[in-house]
């Protein structure tokens, strides 16, 4: 049964700091991972998708990389700002069935102006 | 760009009664998803849909039920309400593969 866990729960940062979420994950036959940010009480906004042939992806200042054989995926966020505290969910989908996504427990970022 | 439209979007409801909990997906997105948030948890997988059929099915009670129709919309039925059903109920949409899952903007149900 796929596991995913990330860690820090809940980071707080400066304005302007880069910083690094992680996610990890217990089966490595993935299809793919996905970053999530979700708002309190709001939906889920994804921010990138990682396939699992691929080592990693970038949107703006966001770079997620994918090291599927130790099962690990980190979220970079350059220049961080206030408008970026949210929680972070990564999200996987395994090989061998529905391509239904197995959550992590999320990061809760504070960016403080 | 076109998202994921769910209906309704608040939802009161009594123990013992019954909810409807609509899903229309992107355009020309064949597969839908289904999950459960509760209070402080992570998202939980329900069921998905493909091409109108039941792809995979997860930690669904009994009392819940879901299809999807030729239009690909997805309908949740959820019977006998209890207390532990309070969530916020997401629907997602991809096409067919690893592809991204985009989400609505989710229900939230509430069960007194």
């Known amino acids: 049964k796929q596991e995913v866990t990330q860690i820090p729960a809940a980071l707080s940062v400066p304005e302007g700091e880069n910083l690094v979420l992680n996610c990890s994950f217990t089966?490595?036959?993935?299809?793919?991972l996905q970053w999530f940010r979700q708002d309190p009480g709001k939906g889920l906004t994804s921010l990138l998708l990682?396939?699992?042939?691929?080592r990693e992806q970038t949107s703006g200042r966001l770079n997620a990389s994918l090291d599927k054989s130790s099962g690990r995926s980190t979220l970079y966020i350059a220049a961080s700002q206030p408008g970026d505290s949210a929680t972070y969910l990564c999200?996987?989908?395994?090989?061998?069935?529905?391509?239904?996504?197995?959550f992590g427990k999320g990061t809760k970022l504070t960016v403080n102006p | 760009a076109a998202g994921v439209i769910q209906s309704p979007r608040h939802l009161i409801k009594e123990k013992r009664e019954t909810a409807t909990l609509k899903c229309y997906p992107i355009?020309?997105?064949?597969?839908v998803y289904w999950y459960q948030q509760g209070p402080g948890q992570d998202p939980q997988f329900l069921i998905s849909?493909?091409?109108?059929?039941?792809?995979d099915k997860g930690s669904i009670p009994d009392r819940f039920s879901a299809q999807q129709f030729s239009d690909y919309h997805s309908e949740l039925n959820m019977s006998s309400l209890e207390l532990g059903d309070s969530a916020l109920y997401f629907c997602?949409?991809?096409?067919?593969?690893?592809?991204?899952?985009?989400f609505g903007p989710g229900t939230r149900l509430l069960v007194l």
């Open positions: 997602a949409s991809s096409r067919r593969g690893p592809e991204t899952q985009y």
């Open positions: 089966d490595s036959a993935i299809y793919n």
């Open positions: 990682i396939q699992s042939s691929q």
């Open positions: 999200a996987v989908s395994s090989q061998g069935g529905s391509e239904k996504l197995v």
């Open positions: 355009p020309r997105h064949d597969t």
């Open positions: 849909f493909y091409e109108k059929m039941q792809s």
